[in-house]
């Protein structure tokens, strides 16, 4: 997966440990950044494809993304079994 849309995350004008937060207020901050961003579907689909685990990427939360990775696993493994 291409990094050219990195270019133009909202991320690059305030420092990166605002999406690391501490806490939930932190998280909450971010993903307000993070909803004027024109490129959070890219970073989000980064982050999943690339498993990062910690930290704000693309508005989600790691606990959001953990779900979304089990969505997708889930929506494959039912697939697979309604083909066979």
Known sequence: MSTEWMADGK???VPPETFFPSDGLGVIRAQKICATCEVS???LEYALQNHIDHGVWGGKSERERRRILRTR???SLTTLHAEH
Do not use: K, V
């Open 73 to 75: 696993r889930r929506g």
């Open 11 to 13: 991320c690059r004008e």
């Open 41 to 43: 579907s890219e970073c």
